[in-house]
Every structure is written in structure tokens, then in C-alpha cells.
């Protein structure tokens, strides 16, 4: 008689199978929705603030993208997905207030975003660019090219295929075993397949990821959304040119990241 494979079978996590990621998708959207609720949810302007102007004017320098609550004190934290309390629901267009503390508004990054030309100090997006088809992630990164202010700087990080490629070709698996413990520490499921094929699948078709970069392919789509004449530098883990901004890197992603920074020209 036959039986199931462990990674099936797990009591804690029911219906979780590493190998079907379209049934893993739902369970993930799960998850997500469960990280976006709330206790209170506060109506702070009816529209989103345009300007450079009327951001500063709430202690707004920068905007932290899929972030349901943002950890930066003068950062709107922004999503698609909709953040819920027991008794309201964010809805694309206001400016909110999350549990007293955050401020949160919803945008679709396929949708020219409804902020003035330079607006923002900053932009953040931390395991973002992964999650849309490359042209989506052209036009976000031309849009946040446009609402920067000169000098401003866009910090992104992104699973690095690189060391994907690395950690396959690696016969001791350094890499992927390190990886598979930390997602094994969290609670991310039952233990992934200790197969290097599977390790180097999922970060494709896991987790509703539609493009994977390695460095090169982050300055291509830079390129491709006009940052010609900015400085664009590769950094660590918490370190980079705006140390506030960096600080947002979560130790949850920093073995498997790469950090790119784009620092707009000063005005002249």
C-alpha cells in the first residue's frame, strides 16, 4: 500500500500541497486577508492628498507599497487588497487611518497612481515588482519615476534568481536548506520537498509570483521606465542611502533578496 507524501498529509496545515500552487494560491489569499483586518478604521480624507504640499501637511514624506500597515512614521502604507475592520472596509480613492496609527489608502498599481508629479521623498516596495506581468512593473516604475521629487529615492527588493541558480547548482544545498528552515521556523506551511528542482520551481509559481529578477533584469525594467540619469546601486540588508527607508527591510525575506536603490537627480 501506498501513502500520501508527508508534505500532503500534515494536520496543522490541512489541504496545503507544496506541489499544486494553484491550490496553494487560494490558501495564501487566505492568509493575506487575514493579515489585512483590523480593529478600527478611521476616514482621514475623502480623497487621497495630490500634492508635495498637502502630504507634508499631514507628515507624509513617502509611500510604502503592499504594505497593509506601514512601519515608517511619515510613509502611506498602500495594497490592492482591501483592509478590513469589524465594522468598515477600506475602498480605493480615501486616505484611512488603520487601527489609530497607520495611514492606508488602496491603489492599483496597473492604474496611473493619483499623485501629482513630484510629490514623495521616497517610495518603498518590498517583494512587490514579483507579483505583476513585466509591463505591469514597467508602468508602476515609470509612474513612481514621475511622483518622485529630484533627489528622491526608490528602494525595491525582490526574490534574487540568482541565488536561486546558485543555491540549485550548489551540491550542498546551503542555500535552500538555510531557506527551508527559516520558512520551517515560521510556520510557512509544512516543510518544503528537500528536492533542488522543486526549490527552484516554486519561486516561479508560488505565491502569485509572475516574474522573477536577477539584478540585471531590475535595471533592465529601470530602463525601460526612463530612470536613464539616476544613480542606481545595489545595497544590503538594512543599508542604504535614506537609513530610515532601509530599516523597512523585513529579516523574514533578507536571505533570499536582492535591494536595489534609484536615487532621482538633484533638481539643478
Request: hydrophobic share 35%; charged share 30%.
Amino acid at each position: 500500500m501506498t501513502t500520501a507524501p508527508a508534505h500532503r498529509t500534515d494536520p496543522r496545515f490541512p489541504g496545503w500541497d507544496w506541489e499544486d500552487p494553484a491550490a496553494l494560491g487560494a490558501l495564501t489569499d487566505g492568509f493575506t486577508e487575514n493579515l489585512a483586518r483590523c480593529t478600527s478604521i478611521e476616514t482621514v480624507r475623502d480623497r487621497l492628498p495630490r500634492t508635495h504640499r498637502e502630504l507634508a501637511g499631514l507628515g507624509v514624506t513617502g509611500i510604502e507599497f503592499a504594505a497593509f500597515a506601514t512601519r515608517h512614521p511619515e510613509a502611506i502604507g498602500t495594497d490592492l487588497v482591501a483592509v478590513r475592520s469589524p465594522d468598515a472596509t477600506t475602498e480605493p480613492g480615501p486616505l484611512y487611518r488603520i487601527d489609530g496609527s497607520h495611514l492606508f489608502t488602496r491603489l492599483d498599481i496597473s492604474e496611473p497612481l493619483p499623485l501629482d508629479d513630484h510629490s514623495v521623498d521616497w517610495v518603498y516596495a518590498e517583494h512587490l515588482v514579483e507579483h505583476v506581468p513585466l509591463p505591469v512593473a514597467v508602468h508602476w516604475l515609470g509612474e513612481v519615476r514621475r511622483i518622485l521629487r529630484p533627489g528622491g529615492l526608490l528602494r525595491l527588493t525582490t526574490p534574487d534568481l540568482e541565488r536561486y541558480i546558485r543555491g540549485y547548482l550548489d551540491r550542498d544545498e546551503e542555500f535552500f536548506q538555510r531557506h527551508r528552515r527559516r520558512l520551517r521556523t515560521l510556520r510557512v506551511g509544512p516543510p518544503m520537498p528537500e528536492r533542488r528542482a522543486f526549490m527552484l520551481n516554486q519561486i516561479f509559481y508560488h505565491f502569485g509570483h509572475r516574474w522573477i529578477f536577477d539584478e540585471d533584469e531590475l535595471r533592465h525594467v529601470l530602463d525601460r521606465a526612463g530612470y536613464q540619469g539616476w544613480t542606481v546601486e545595489r545595497r544590503a540588508y538594512q543599508e542604504g542611502h535614506r537609513p530610515d527607508v532601509a530599516a523597512l527591510d523585513t529579516a523574514f525575506r533578507k536571505d533570499e533578496s536582492i535591494y536595489l536603490e534609484a536615487r532621482a537627480p538633484e533638481a539643478s
